[in-house]
């Protein structure tokens, strides 16, 4: 008689990276490379009872001006966390599960044939996630969302500081209407002129697309990173934003199309991974409230590189989340 095999707690992960149990929960059992679909391999809920932290689809790319394909950014970014929980985080050293209880909501549901319904409808998903106290990561979709989003976030905190990587700085003016433009390059021009954002706590980094009129929002445009390095650029952000409560947004075309091409309005010159990555690791200290990764457009990527990218800003900040809850970064 064939013995029972040995249950593993968590296939195709290293052993120290196993989950505890405890805060963190369980995570689904699967090989690396059958990843179920949810973010981390975490499980899908919306019972959010005892969660920490959410993630959300937003399967959305009506907004967008020139190539579309944004809609299946969240899959794609989900799919490219795959590998991230396999070890224990880098450069930290632990499992930010074993601290922050996670959980994937699943994609925003939205009727597509009736447009203007869906910010109300993305709008009503994130205020009803945030209101038990999670902290919510959204993944895109076009930029367009940020608004919506940042709608649910001032509701709750008020005016936000806004921390905004991007190729484009999103400011351009839209038609004057009560109703608002669906368009993914004017909605923080909206933003500012219904007080969701205080322009003076605002910071956009990686720009490198020209636009009148900034807002009163700061611009470390991408030669400045260039030139001054990721660590100038951090402490910029850090003493633009203080303490005030801020909303996270990075738009993947901050990066150049050499580092993300899967995106829909790629721009050239624009910042490597490396130093994205230097700057978001070091905005721990800062009053992030909510967070997201937009503009994952996944035809046109190539050998999942985008998505990796995006999945692991993501899962940087969850990191940083876990420090707040105790872990110890061995960085």
């Known amino acids: 008689m064939a013995k029972t095999p040995k249950k593993n707690a968590h296939p195709g992960t290293a052993p120290a990276a196993a989950p505890s149990g405890g805060a963190g929960g369980s995570l689904v059992p699967q090989q690396t490379y059958s990843n179920i679909g949810t973010f981390l391999r975490v499980p899908r ?16 790319d009506t907004a967008t001006t020139f190539r579309p394909g944004a809609r299946f950014g969240p899959q794609a970014t989900r799919l490219g966390s795959a590998q991230l929980c396999e070890l224990k985080s880098f450069p930290h050293g632990f499992n930010p599960l074993d601290y922050v209880k996670a959980v994937d909501y699943g994609d925003v549901y939205f009727d597509h044939s009736m447009p203007h319904t869906i910010p109300a409808a993305i709008e009503e998903t994130a205020a009803g996630i945030i209101k038990h106290g999670c902290f919510l990561t959204s993944f ?33 003016p839209e038609t ?28 956009q980094t990686g720009i490198r697309t020209w636009v009148d009129d900034k807002m009163g929002l700061t611009v470390l445009d991408a030669p400045f990173v260039h030139e001054n390095g990721a660590r100038a650029t951090l402490e910029q952000i850090k003493k633009i934003v203080g303490k005030h409560p801020a909303y996270l947004t990075i738009d993947i075309d901050c990066l150049d199309p050499s580092h993300a091409p899967g995106t829909g309005t790629p721009v050239a010159g624009g910042l490597t991974t490396a130093q994205l990555f230097a700057i978001l690791r070091g905005l721990g200290r800062l009053n992030i409230v909510g967070m997201d990764v937009v503009e994952v457009a996944p035809a046109y990527d190539q050998a999942e590189i985008t998505a990796i990218a995006a999945a692991t800003i993501a899962y940087d900040q969850l990191c940083l ?6 872990a110890k970064s061995q960085a």
């Not at 709608?151 to 709750?156: D, I, M, T």
């Open 45 to 60: 809920a919306h019972d959010l009872r005892g969660a920490d932290h959410v993630f959300l689809g937003i399967p959305y």
């Open 140 to 172: 895109g979709g076009d930029h367009f969302v940020t608004y919506p989003l940042l709608k649910a976030h001032a509701a709750k905190y008020g005016p936000l500081a806004l921390i905004h990587f991007d190729a484009h700085p999103d400011t351009w």
């Open 176 to 203: 004057e209407g009560k109703q608002v433009e669906l368009n993914h390059g004017t909605m923080f021009h909206r933003a500012v002129k219904e007080g969701l954002i205080v322009p003076s706590k605002s910071v």
């Open 321 to 326: 989340r876990a420090i707040r809850k105790g």
